[in-house]
């Protein structure tokens, strides 16, 4: 007759025997972890079977009363003091505000070496994964062990040396090829500047003397004179503007030379720190504000995905734009023609207008000293394919990367121009792409809970 829930001593046979230890090892485990809450360890329930089984009631009594030998007992409670999450808290933004303090003079460094960082991350990952498969493939290799050591070493290095190397390469080159281009033009071309600042960007003599002569003849017509005076009210004051424009980005481009040299330093150095140290900063960031992994890392790819399409629709395509500027420069005989398409590349992030200011002084210039066919098709070049090449493929690359209607997108970029200046050309997409993302978060958080 069972005992306690347990099966009956068996009457014969192996079979039998191993069906009733095992139907009796269940009912131990059912009846201990509804006894004091835990599961018992296999060694111990076996014995606590065997107990029960061969040994009269008092004895089976007395084994299961043995609490303390036969329940694996858990760990003791840690005594040491736990901290509360007020705390690391704390210290990491301790740690963030000293960092702050010792970088807060290059705010905007800061900020665009995070956004490369952010951008060639991916580019990092891969190095570092192909590094490791080169690493695992030298350890199964036989060599000697000096010469073994020295290659696992490279190997572990060699991610981040091919990663700086890279991204050296893919910043430094078109920058020299610009040089190249712009440098032997570039004197000549200030020296334009500079005078037309002296003569405070007012229109050049040859044209106040082909708009006299227009006016002269124009006199029989009043209504007509009027509208060609307000005309050239409007224009003088637009070809002043784009003037004090065009030297004050160039000038800015430029810099001096220590400053140049010193913030180009900090950007690439703290563009490697931000790339190396990604896990440990999107770690630190989620126990800071106390958001999940996943979250994290959903927010970087919405921002990678902004920078990428700004890459792309802002720069490059700005580049396009000055590319082809500079081919229709010379063409047209302008002087210069490297010098001006400079200058175009720099102001053709501007939304609306961009290389307008630029190709639309040139092509006056041109139609007021003779040159009229020339200054008609640099029109119809600015107007067709380099306004088509603005209109048509930055709303493609912008919605690709950020999942907004263009004219949102082009308001993001006027508010971030007006608010943080040059730099307001990647700021406002950023800050746009992050707002959509965020809500995103918010809408999954609420259907989650709902």
């Known amino acids: 007759m069972a005992r306690s829930g347990l099966?009956?001593?068996p009457q014969g046979g192996g079979a039998r025997l191993t069906k009733t230890f095992r139907s009796g090892r269940s009912a131990?485990?059912?009846?201990?972890?509804?006894?004091?809450?835990?599961?018992?360890?296999?060694?111990?329930?076996?014995?606590?079977?065997?107990?029960?089984?061969?040994?009269?009631?008092?004895?089976?009594?007395?084994?299961r009363s043995?609490?303390?030998?036969?329940?694996?007992?858990?760990?003791?409670?840690?005594?040491?003091?736990t901290m509360t999450l007020t705390l690391p808290r704390l210290l990491y933004l301790l740690a963030a505000l000293a960092l702050y303090m010792l970088l807060w003079h290059n705010p905007v460094t800061i900020f665009?070496?995070?956004c490369l960082s952010c951008l060639s991350l991916p580019l990092y990952r891969t190095l570092q994964m192909k590094g490791r498969m080169w690493r695992k493939r030298l350890e199964k290799t036989r060599s000697g062990p000096r010469w073994r050591k020295f290659r696992l070493s490279l190997s572990s290095s060699l991610p981040l040396y091919a990663y700086i190397t890279t991204l050296l390469s893919s910043i430094l080159v078109p920058i020299a090829m610009f040089a190249l281009l712009v440098t032997p033009q570039a004197a000549a071309g200030f020296a334009r500047l500079r005078e037309l600042q002296a003569n405070n960007f007012q229109l050049p003599p040859e044209w106040v003397a082909n708009i006299q002569q227009w006016r002269l003849n124009l006199a029989e017509y009043p209504r007509a004179e009027k509208m060609?005076?307000?005309?050239?009210?409007?224009?003088?004051?637009?070809?002043?503007?784009?003037?004090?424009?065009?030297l004050s980005r160039s000038m800015d481009f430029l810099g001096g030379t220590m400053t140049v040299l010193w913030t180009s330093f900090l950007f690439f150095t703290l563009t490697v720190i931000f790339t190396t140290y990604a896990r440990h900063i999107r770690k630190i960031s989620g126990r800071i504000f106390h958001i999940p992994q996943t979250m994290l890392c959903r927010f970087t790819a919405a921002i990678h995905r902004a920078l990428r399409g700004i890459l792309l629709g802002v720069v490059l395509v700005a580049a396009a734009q000055g590319i082809l500027?500079?081919?229709?420069?010379?063409?047209?005989?302008?002087?210069q023609p490297?010098?001006?398409?400079?200058?175009?590349?720099?102001?053709?992030?501007?939304?609306?207008i961009g290389t307008a200011i630029v190709w639309v002084p040139l092509c006056l210039s041109l139609w007021f000293t003779g040159n009229s066919m020339a200054a008609v098709g640099l029109a119809l070049w600015?107007?067709?394919?380099?306004?088509?090449?603005?209109?048509?493929?930055r709303p493609l690359f912008l919605q690709q990367g950020i999942k907004a209607p263009f004219f949102v997108l082009i308001i993001a970029i006027l508010c971030g121009l007006a608010s943080f200046g040059p730099v307001g050309l990647i700021v406002g997409p950023v800050l746009l792409a992050f707002a959509i993302q965020a809500v995103e978060e918010g809408n999954r958080t609420y259907r989650h809970d709902g």
């Open 228 to 246: 060609v005076s307000d005309f050239l009210q409007k224009l003088d004051a637009f070809f002043g503007d784009a003037m004090s424009l065009l």
């Open 112 to 114: 665009m070496a995070a």
């Open 382 to 393: 600015g107007v067709v394919v380099v306004a088509g090449v603005d209109n048509i493929l």
């Open 7 to 9: 099966s009956a001593q």
């Open 28 to 63: 131990v485990m059912a009846h201990w972890h509804m006894t004091y809450g835990c599961q018992p360890r296999p060694a111990r329930a076996y014995l606590y079977l065997y107990a029960s089984w061969q040994t009269p009631p008092a004895f089976a009594t007395l084994a």
């Open 338 to 352: 490297a010098f001006w398409g400079l200058l175009a590349t720099l102001v053709a992030p501007i939304p609306a």
């Open 66 to 81: 043995n609490v303390p030998a036969l329940v694996k007992k858990p760990r003791p409670h840690n005594p040491r003091p």
């Open 325 to 335: 500027c500079g081919i229709a420069f010379a063409f047209a005989g302008v002087r």
